[in-house]
């Protein structure tokens, strides 16, 4: 019996592959974001005292 | 057995079963709570940051969640609530669950120094910690105080939420703290009560278990006793107000009231109705957090409309 091109575990691996593509894409955005947020503050001098100890 | 069949009995993991992992229910609770902790704190977070805090203090939560269930795997298997979970159900190995878990504590810990603070960095590594090693490793299969104890992992959240905003810890971070973790003990043995072959069958040596359950209706009432001067004493702190005083009376007497009515039910009672009342106040417990952190929210809000809090009075 040939197995279909659409079983049930491609449906698995292709939805897990997408879940993670879209996971990591939201992680870069994500430090893209914090990356802009920081950058303005820093220009702005509006760093609050809790997160000036990161710096 | 053909190459067809051997493929048809594999459990492949979906995407889904990852997210299971992290128990996303308990996590409901983390980002709520986590959210009011930075919300109400003094000092303001720009939005952008305290939305990246509160989605990191949630995946540190989830890391914990795949930890607990990758070291707890073998009582998984055996209690009824459990069995159904993405390890004991052979959709995920313990192996990826445990890379899953520490994966993500080291990247939402590294994460939330760069994006807040580094006291809530490593405090979020100490709840991780605390969760996983004290609570699941240490404490959960050795005493009936496990629940007590390790009940202080679900109260840190607030305090790491008020830790990115303020970088450190305060008397109403504490009290946030104080309010869940006096909460945690009714809270679950009341689940322990109705759900009751579980822990026996698993080993977990509940209170229910070893000290019986007439016992376990005695502590349920102790601590909800003990809950309410916590809870008076958040509503008349600085981040407290008009609302959460209000919610407390309500909430408070309610609590009172069901923990009253489980202590003067006896085993035969409460089998007879199908613990209907323990289930209600089960139900009524997570009502009360929510409603509770919720009211802070809304007197905090008012606050900034300044027509909140004790001040304007």
Not at chain 1, 14 to 29: F, I, P, S, T, Y
Not at chain 2, 48 to 68: D, P, R, T
Not at chain 2, 167 to 193: D, N, R
Request: aromatic share 12%; glycine share 10%.
């Amino acid at each position: 019996m040939a197995l279909n091109r659409e079983h049930d575990l491609h449906r698995r691996r292709l939805g897990r592959n997408m879940g993670l593509g879209l996971v990591l894409g939201a992680l870069v955005l994500m430090i893209f974001g914090l990356s802009i947020v920081k950058m303005s503050r820093l220009e702005e001098g509006k760093l609050p005292a809790s997160q000036e100890t990161s710096q | 057995m053909s190459d067809f069949t051997a493929i048809e009995q594999s459990r492949e993991a979906g995407f889904g079963d990852y997210v299971q992992l992290l128990k996303p229910r308990v996590m409901s609770l983390v980002v709520f709570t986590a959210m009011v902790g930075l919300v109400v704190a003094p000092q303001p977070v720009h939005p952008y940051v305290a939305f990246v805090s509160i989605l990191l203090i949630a995946l540190g939560g989830g890391a914990s969640g795949a930890l607990n269930m990758w070291y707890d795997a073998d009582i998984d298997r055996v209690m009824r609530r459990t069995m159904g979970r993405p390890i004991p159900s052979g959709r995920v190995s313990e192996g990826e669950a445990l890379g899953l878990g520490l994966g993500l504590s080291g990247l939402s810990c590294l994460m939330l120094g760069l994006a807040a603070n580094w006291f809530a960095a490593a405090f979020l590594a100490f709840t991780i910690f605390f969760y996983v090693v004290i609570y699941t490793m240490w404490l959960k299969r050795l005493t009936p105080q496990n629940i007590v104890i390790g009940g202080a992992a679900g109260a840190f959240p607030p305090m790491i939420g008020w830790a990115v905003a303020t970088g450190g810890v305060s008397v109403e971070s504490i009290l946030m703290f104080a309010l869940i973790f006096m909460w945690t003990p009714p809270h679950f043995w009341a689940l322990a009560l109705f759900m009751k072959d579980d822990y026996s069958r698993a080993g977990v040596p509940m209170l229910t278990v070893t000290h019986g359950r007439a016992a376990t209706r005695r502590h349920i009432l102790v601590y909800t006793v003990l809950l309410v001067p916590v809870a008076f004493a958040l509503a008349f702190s600085s981040i407290g107000g008009p609302v959460t005083l209000l919610a407390a009376v309500i909430l408070n007497a309610m609590f009172l009231r069901g923990a009253w009515a489980i202590r003067q039910r006896d085993e035969a009672e409460a089998e007879a109705d199908g613990y209907r009342i323990e289930k209600s106040f089960f139900k009524l417990s997570l009502a009360y957090l929510f409603a509770h952190f919720g009211a802070l929210l809304v007197d905090a809000s008012l606050r900034s409309f300044g027509v909140g809090g004790w001040g304007w009075l």
